[in-house]
């Protein structure tokens, strides 16, 4: 391409040269420049000149037109200034300049015309640069996991790589759409429509090939994928790789606690977030029913176990959907709803300074929020949750943040792990002693080259390792040298209810963290969060959600049936 | 059976053998030789004809053709005059123009007729060629004419133009002027639509045809059509044609309106009826392409806006910008600028995002866009947002000169930048072999008569103002 771009451009230069004398008899005659200058103009006008170009008539106008600009930046502004004085840009100095106007038109048209027929005439007659054949089979990648991490892995590989079809990308993800996990309080909560947090994989990815499935065994000496049969077919599926991709995230820790799991909400994806707010509404529903006053406490009270990010967001969320919903179930008192927050700590959001965290629980407690620190879930039934130091709540509706562990298929791998269960990485991203196995994201224990430790396994940790990692495998593939991943958080933000949320953010020099809270820092969270969302739909169709969100109440359409 | 090729020469050689005669019998100051005239008329339709080859071509496409091709002719004669003469310096070119600006009008007009003759009879099939609409394109066309002729009503009252145009009716009063000059202004906005509703693929080159056909009707209405109605001698000496200077800049801004508008609800017609079915939906929707054109030209206005900056710093523009928000400061002055380049600037993104097929075509395009926002800013709304009238004279031209520079270096700064950009994303979107063939459909083909809209805009937009002042 490069080649063939420089043989139109010489091309371009001869005929530029050639052509040029038709400036003499107006402008500057027999000035030495004038050839160069025309030759230089050929060469650019050659370059830009596509393979299917039209013919010499529409080729001699549009250098015509472009004419009549250059006179006017060569003759107007360049030359008085490269002769020391002023640019000519008066009606005067326009009219002066009149004459070399024709020559420079005609040398426009006349260049056009000539380079069109010589520029086909050079296709028939020259021999096509040969365009280098892909040799071999293409490096099979496999990405295992559709969430940040590997959709960031495949989009990173796909710009890197542009069309090169000697890489064949597929990626293997248990929902054909990237969740937008920061957003999925605001479903649960009733403030966004659920499919508008989610990007679909197809659209947003080019060339990798999307295999909806979940894959339940790995054999890396054999280098093959195994995937979950088909409920209809019951046929396991295979995928054969060169390099493989672990980005499986993680799945809630429940501690072994069978009855949590089996009672419990999870809190990990688009359907836990849509039979989250399903049940609050029903349990509305059921409560606006009941007459039994200790029966309708316990519908109306909701625990969510974690006072992390995502149950301090969920919990502000519910609170503000349930108290929201009151205006529809006149016949509920307001003192029966209760969100409460069981956490295992002495403060809420470890990830964030005492200060916000003090502030969080301060400004949740205000709207209604109840919180037990220092206490664990220990226990749950149908009816109740059981807490250690003992007490017990009365509720149905129990949310599970309180733990995560990375992906079972892990287990399954005879890797080395962490006690987390994540697999070890080297600072490359690379799994020691297995060429072609790379691991990111949740499932990753990544050396923090600076800190010393591992570092966090956060979406914003992922989306930054997928683009070292995506260069890496690119790099080992070519035997080139792989790049060690480095980052430094650059902060953390955490909507704590209605227009308010917590910031902590990093300074870029120095590095100090600066903190931010209430409104401002909710402003925050929703214009840094709407940028990232992927997607301009998805975008247009979230803010839209929250201006329709301002002026009308909050659906609570029931959907489906618990 | 005669060939395609024979029988668009023929239908050439007759259109510039009817032009040649136009041109004797019609205006005042052509002195050349009649015979010489009639045969070079014919040859030159004739020889045109045939350059244009087999390309797709119907009334409109041939028609701008027409006008592109006489632009040129009129260069080349004035080009002889000069050489035949003895005189061989740039200053006395623009005397040889002046001298001729009647043949530019003549040819321009011979363009017209090459256009309706050649496209008429030399009409090739068009296979897989979307066909005319026609209640859509007098639709469209008349409501874009009405709100045009609204725009330019305004200047031929504040100038009072109208008892002029009533004179076509033997009257004098203003109000038969207006009317006459609605009705005129609706039958041109539905002329424009069918002439060029399949030529058209977007509102940015919808700007730059209606911008030509505003200049075309110049020559038409007030410099030849208007007199001849009155049962006068049409005059296309310079002198009467500087006295209609302010028309010429009516007719370009009334032009750009008809474009802009006549796209718009084209455009809207077909996004609503035909783009939104999900059958025909692109990997790309019609919302997503606007919004991030939107942006990216936001952004490749950044280049532009400095550039043109420059201009207006070295001649002291900046604080008669800031007046527009009611400040003085010239820095106040170049923050304004920039906000106005970067509306400017994503109005291009929104409008020219599938235009330019190369870097030449977007620069030509850059350079068109510049030159309408010269029409309609210095000389137009600048002054109306000043709180003053319109300034559609050659002594507001002349003082403008620096600005149509700054115009046409931000129009190309803007255009390369915005291209650079587009290819960037075009090149993550081609990635998948399918969306390639469909932005490779959406794309104008090969032989358009682009070029030469674009030379013909570019060149009369800019020269005949030098010209006329």
Not at chain 2, 106 to 120: C, E, K, P, Q, R
Not at chain 2, 201 to 214: I, Q
Request: aromatic share 10%.
């Amino acid at each position: 391409m490069r080649a063939q771009m420089q043989r139109r451009a010489a091309l371009g230069f001869g005929c530029g040269v050639i052509c040029s004398p038709v400036v003499w008899p107006f402008a500057h005659p027999l000035a030495l420049w004038v050839p160069l200058l025309g030759g230089a103009a050929g060469a650019a006008f050659a370059a830009a000149v596509p393979r299917e170009s039209g013919g010499w008539l529409d080729d001699a106008f549009t250098s015509g037109a472009l004419a009549l600009p250059f006179w006017l930046l060569l003759e107007i502004i360049v030359l008085p200034l490269a002769g020391g004085g002023q640019p000519a840009w008066t009606a005067v100095g326009l009219r002066a300049a009149f004459g070399a106007l024709a020559g420079w038109l005609f040398f426009g048209l006349m260049l056009g015309a000539v380079l069109n027929r010589v520029l086909a005439a050079a296709h028939v007659a020259l021999t096509p640069v040969p365009q280098a054949p892909p040799a071999g089979k293409p490096v099979r990648v496999l990405i295992l996991g559709g969430g940040f991490a590997g959709v960031t892995t495949a989009r990173k590989l796909e710009k890197l790589l542009g069309a090169d079809p000697s890489f064949d990308i597929t990626l293997v993800s248990d929902s054909n759409a990237l969740l937008f996990t920061p957003m999925l309080a605001e479903v649960a909560g009733s403030s966004l429509e659920p499919t508008h947090i989610s990007t679909p994989l197809r659209a947003s990815l080019r060339r990798t090939r999307v295999v909806r499935g979940h894959a339940v065994a790995v054999d890396l000496a054999e280098r093959r994928v195994s995937l979950q049969p088909d409920d209809v077919q019951r046929i396991a599926r295979t995928l054969e790789y060169d390099h493989l991709v672990l980005a499986l995230g993680s799945v809630s820790n429940f501690f072994g606690q069978s009855n949590i799991e089996r009672t419990a909400h999870d809190f990990k994806s688009l359907t836990d977030a849509i039979r989250i707010r399903n049940a609050v509404i029903a349990n509305f529903e059921r409560a606006d029913r009941e007459s039994d006053p200790v029966v309708r406490r316990r519908l109306l009270r909701f625990v969510v176990a974690g006072g992390g990010f995502a149950g301090i967001e969920l919990a502000g969320a519910l609170n503000d959907f349930a108290r929201g919903m009151l205006a529809e179930y006149p016949d509920l008192d307001a003192r029966d709803v209760r969100v409460t927050v069981v956490h295992a700590r002495e403060r809420i959001l470890p990830e964030l300074g005492p200060e916000l965290a003090a502030y969080a629980l301060a400004k949740m407690s205000e709207r209604g929020v109840q919180f037990k620190l220092n206490t664990r879930v220990r226990d749950a039934s149908a009816t109740a949750v059981f807490l250690d130091p003992p007490e017990e709540i009365a509720a149905e509706t129990l949310v599970w943040t309180a733990g995560t562990a990375p992906n079972r298929l892990l287990a399954t791998l005879g890797v080395e792990r962490d006690k987390r269960g994540a697999v070890l990485v080297e600072a490359t991203l690379a799994v020691a002693g297995h060429a072609g196995l790379w691991a990111l994201g949740d499932c990753a224990s990544i050396p923090d080259l600076a800190a010393g430790g591992t570092l966090p396994p956060t979406a914003q940790y992922a989306l930054r390792e997928a683009e070292t990692l995506a260069y890496n495998i690119r790099s080992a593939v070519r035997g080139a040298t792989l790049r060690t991943f480095h980052f430094t958080s650059i902060g953390a933000l955490c909507v704590i209810g209605h227009q308010s949320a917590c910031a902590e953010l990093r300074t870029p020099l120095g590095g100090r963290k600066v903190h931010f809270s209430g409104l401002f820092a909710w402003l925050m969270w929703r214009v840094v969060y709407l940028a990232k969302l992927p997607g301009f739909d998805r975008k247009v169709r979230v803010l839209i959600d929250w201006v329709t969100e301002l002026y009308f109440p909050r659906d609570t359409v029931q959907t489906i049936e618990l | 059976m005669i060939s395609l090729a024979y029988r668009r020469m023929a239908a050439g050689g007759l259109a510039g053998f009817l032009g040649a005669l136009a041109m004797l019998f019609l205006p005042s100051g052509i002195g050349a030789n009649p015979f010489l005239v009639v045969v070079s008329g014919t040859a030159a339709g004739a020889l045109f004809a045939a350059a244009l080859g087999s390309r797709p071509l119907g009334p409109g496409a041939t028609l701008v053709w027409g006008l592109g091709g006489a632009f040129v002719l009129w260069m080349a004669g004035c080009a002889l005059d000069l050489v035949t003469s003895g005189a061989f310096r740039g200053g006395s070119m623009l005397d040889i123009a002046r001298v001729h600006f009647a043949a530019l009008v003549g040819l321009s007009l011979a363009g017209i007729l090459f256009g309706f003759v050649a496209g008429t009879f030399g009409v090739s099939p068009e296979p897989g060629r979307a066909r005319l609409r026609v209640a859509r394109a007098l639709c469209g066309g008349g409501f874009a004419g009405i709100v045009g002729g609204w725009a330019f009503g305004k200047w031929m009252e504040q100038a009072g133009f109208f008892p002029l145009i009533a004179g076509i009716v033997g009257s004098n009063s203003a109000h038969v002027g207006a009317a006459l000059h609605f009705a005129i202004a609706i039958l041109i906005g539905a002329s424009f639509g069918l002439l060029f509703q399949r030529e058209i693929r977007g509102v940015g080159s919808s700007l730059g045809w209606g911008a030509a056909y505003g200049v075309l009707w110049w020559f038409l209405g007030p410099l030849t059509l208007l007199p001849l109605l009155e049962g006068a001698r049409p005059d296309w000496s310079v002198a009467h044609a500087a006295g209609l200077f302010g028309s010429l800049v009516g007719h370009i801004v009334y032009g750009i309106i008809v474009g802009l508008l006549y796209a718009v609800v084209d455009d809207l017609w077909r996004w609503l009826f035909e783009r939104s079915d999900p059958l025909n939906r692109q990997a790309e929707g019609a919302g997503i392409l606007a919004l991030s054109s939107i942006a990216r030209g936001a952004a490749a206005s950044i280049g532009g806006g400095l550039l043109f900056s420059v201009v207006m710093v070295r001649t002291d523009q900046l604080s008669r910008v800031a007046q527009l928000v009611g400040a003085h400061s010239s820095v106040a002055g170049f923050f304004v600028h920039l906000v106005i380049s970067a509306l400017i600037g994503a109005s291009y993104g929104v409008f020219f995002h599938d235009e330019a097929t190369d870097d030449r075509i977007a620069l030509a395009w850059g350079s068109l866009y510049g030159l309408i926002w010269w029409f309609l800013g210095p000389l137009t709304l600048f002054p109306i947002l000043l709180g003053g009238q319109f300034t559609w004279t050659t002594v507001a031209a002349s003082e403008g000169v620096p600005s149509l520079l700054g115009h046409l270096l931000y129009g190309m700064g803007l255009a390369v930048a915005f291209r650079a950009l587009e290819r960037r994303h075009l090149a993550h979107l081609f990635i998948d072999a399918r969306l390639r063939k469909s932005w490779l459909r959406r794309r104008r083909p090969a032989g358009s008569p682009t070029p030469a809209l674009l030379l013909f805009f570019i060149a009369v937009g800019t020269l005949v103002p030098i010209i006329l002042t």
